[in-house]
């Protein structure tokens, strides 16, 4: 514990200051403005109270969550040229990403083993679950099924979230809450442009039909032909064109979305087509052959009702659809094409109840199904080696009380237990305790457990002997949290957060090889433990300058080993800054982010880095018209991503300064 202590004096000094900084303001505010029961309508409804409707499953304050939270709006998408999820998640404390020049990949809280697929992380879609019946993959980059242009606010609840959501809420959930017909009105178009010929469409409507019902429609279409040469100086020989993959790194999409709301019943779904070259060589195919590519197809449809009855009670019904396929296309020798196909599908339903009892308890209570009707993998060329058909189902139980023990003081427990075809029954518990000993502080304590079931990948893919086998008895693996919270408002401008958390992970499913037969299965191999600090401070003026800067100290270890992580950075720093050049119309958006040194899966160290980019966004020079300008990596900072197992690559070169130009006009 002795290389924690240090980190546990930096959060208890920060807790001391920001207390004592808190004291000083509701002193002041005591003094020179009225008690809230003496203000007037009018300026009770010019209090800003932040809320989240992800932590619980039903809206409520920042302060009053089970959870350290972090909320990102479509303000800030646009002043600080956000271009997809990854973008936005690597802007966000404790939070860092790994391209492997495929797909993105999330690392949190010192845990981001390369090729991970994001399994570990719950991405929603407005409350539906994005996370597909094959992987359990979160797609975060070009390959998300939604355009970043329809997102309203994003989400972040850190921590276990089992007790409510099941699994793959591991580390933590993100919820994309997307725009509804108040934040879109009319049409909307947007085109841009930008390096490595790069173009991209959307068309958007958001409207209230002529009886009652609102609808938001949109479509987008992306193409760039990336990187025109890669160097890798793991292929520099003149057989493989000296490290050079030419015109391979090529990325397009397709996407679309829409919802429908009429008084208590809401419609939405969404749609995506992604294909991706692979320039890397990855999983042994031909180098410097733009022929070996990924393509990703994800789509869903989800309705759901609410109906309020009498004495606060509401019941939340849902029922929901849900596809996904992919192809890997993979060139392994000039007269060889190897393909690989996974296609799942999938229905769900859940039902809740959220009442009020006793006046001190808010109880929310439900259960959820999930019917894996296709889990089907393949892989062949002039033979077939995998041609597994699978089907199953799970379902969960669960139940919160929010209990209001004083007026500064809640507890916060909730329970779910889960039931697979695969291994059988889990059961996670959650508890906080909140204290406000101000109007404007809030002191967590949190206790967690949650479990990530092993996917049919990792239960069933055999290739018939070449590189991998199955492990059909793959048990869940688990983790238990612990984490001490604090948030405050320093004034109404300026607030602060802090936390310490450690964490204990077992029967981590881990890639291995069997010395028996030299091939790769996946096995409940290792256990982890980790601890670390987080600090954030955000401001916003009057006059329209805003920022936050944040730090996360975190050691992620296995103990077997007591060796550090691959691709776990100790050290993340993130600062971002928006300054209004002509108030309401012209603002510059800059952002500072730096990754620490991380070890690669060989033992070696991929450099730690800064990032700089600037972002110039203008809305209303003319009516309707939005502007923005990005140059990213302003700097041309070299770096690189820790490779994964199916990379010759150790260490994976990352983009240089590029650039965008984005207009959007609504009418």
Known sequence: MRRYRGAFTCFTLTVLLLLTQNSRAEDYVSASAPALGQMSIEELMQIEVATVQTASKYVQKVSEAPSAISVITSEEIRKYGYRTLADLLRSVRSFYITHDRNYSFTGVRGFGRPGDYNTRLLLLVDGHRINDNIYDQAFVGT???????????????????????????????INVITRSVSGLKGAEVSGEAGSFRTY???????????????????????????????????????????????NADYDRFNSSFAKISYKGLTIHGGYVYRKKGVPTAAFGTLFNDPGTYAADERAYLEMN??????????????????????????????????????????????????KTLFERHKVILGAEYQDNTKQDQGNYDEAVYLDDRRRSENWGVYIQDEFAILDTLILNAGVRHDRYD?????????????????????????YGTAFRAPNAYELYYNDGGDTQKANPG?????????????????????????????YDIRNLISQ????????????????????????????????????????????????????????????????????????????????????????????????????TNLTFFSRNLAKGLEITASVY????????????????QDIIEQDGRSFRFKMTYGF
């Not at 209230?208 to 020989?237: H, Q």
Request: glycine share 10%; hydrophobic share 35%; proline share 4%.
């Open 143 to 173: 390959e998300f099924i939604l355009d970043i242009d329809l997102i309203e606010r994003v989400e972040i609840i850190r921590g276990p979230g089992s007790s409510l959501y099941g699994a793959n809420a591991f580390f933590g959930i």
């Open 200 to 246: 991209k469409g959307r068309l958007s409507y958001g409207g209230i039909l002529r009886n009652g019902p609102e609808m938001v429609l949109s479509a987008s279409t992306y193409e760039s032909k990336g990187r025109g040469r890669l160097f890798f100086r793991e292929f520099d020989d003149p057989a493989t064109n000296n490290g050079f993959a030419e």
């Open 305 to 354: 009702y609410e109906q309020t009855f009498e004495k606060d009670l509401r019941i939340i019904s849902r029922l929901s659809y849900d596809q996904y396929s992919y192809h890997g296309h993979y060139v392994t020798d000039p007269l060889i094409v190897n393909k690989d196909f996974a296609r799942g599908r999938w229905w769900g339903a859940e039902i809740k109840a959220i």
């Open 422 to 446: 695969t291994f059988g029954s889990t059961t996670n518990p959650r508890l906080a305790l909140i204290f406000s000993p101000a109007r404007t502080t809030a002191l967590k304590l949190i």
């Open 474 to 502: 793959l048990r869940p693996e688990t983790i238990t949290t612990y984490e001490l919270v604090l948030e405050t408002s320093f004034d109404k401008a300026v607030r602060g957060a802090a936390s310490i958390f450690h």
């Open 512 to 611: 291995q090889v069997d010395p028996s037969d030299g091939l790769i299965f996946f096995s409940n191999a290792d256990e982890i433990e980790a601890s670390g600090l987080e600090i954030e401070i955000d401001g916003r003026c009057s006059s329209g300058l805003e920022g936050r800067i944040s730090y996360t100290f975190q050691e992620s270890r296995e103990k077997r080993t007591k060796g550090v992580l691959s691709n776990s950075p100790r050290h993340l720093v993130k600062f971002g800054m928006a300054v209004p050049l002509i108030r309401e119309l012209v603002f510059a958006g800059i952002e500072l982010q730096y990754t620490g040194r991380r070890k690669t899966l060989s033992g070696n160290s991929a450099a730690g880095f800064f990032l």
């Open 633 to 648: 990596n302003l700097f041309d900072k070299r770096y690189g991503d820790p490779g994964s197992t199916e990379h010759r």
